[in-house]
Nanobody, 126 residues
Framework: QVQVEESGGGLVQAGDSVMLSCVVS?????????MGWFRQVPGKEREEREC???????????YYTDSVKGRFTISRDNTKNTVYLPMNNMRPEDKAVYYC???????????????WGRGSQATVSL
């Protein structure tokens, strides 16, 4: 059984940094899957999650939504089945629950992701 578990997040002040990590267990072929970080705000459904960043199976291709370019960096360690998302210069609009998701081929919509965790809350105060 595949499990996806996010960690990190928490309450930070605007301008601060926070690191998100995601460990995928139970999948021996982690290095064959793309990974994505999505965020969801209250009132939105899973299908409406915003794609924050994605990384392909090998780690050499990444995508960022415009609002986080230059501030967030997605990376992965296939030896540890782990994906990271350090988030710098946090803004109040970054407040959301962040989900780590697994996809056979990658993409920017939740429909192509087959597994995800329970999420990690990130809150930004002024």
């Amino acid at each position: 059984q595949v499990q996806v578990e996010e960690s990190g997040g928490g309450l930070v002040q605007a301008g601060d940094s926070v690191m998100l990590s995601c460990v995928v267990s139970g999948r021996r072929t982690f290095d064959k899957y793309a990974m994505g970080w999505f965020r969801q705000v209250p009132g939105k459904e899973r299908e409406e999650r915003e794609c924050v960043a994605t990384i392909n199976y090998s780690g050499d291709t990444t995508y960022y939504t415009d609002s986080v370019k230059g501030r967030f960096t997605i990376s992965r360690d296939n030896t540890k089945n782990t994906v990271y998302l350090p988030m710098n210069n946090m803004r109040p609009e970054d407040k959301a629950v962040y989900y780590c998701e697994v996809s056979p081929g990658g993409g920017t919509t939740t429909g192509v992701y087959v597994e995800w965790g329970r999420g990690s809350q990130a809150t930004v105060s002024l």
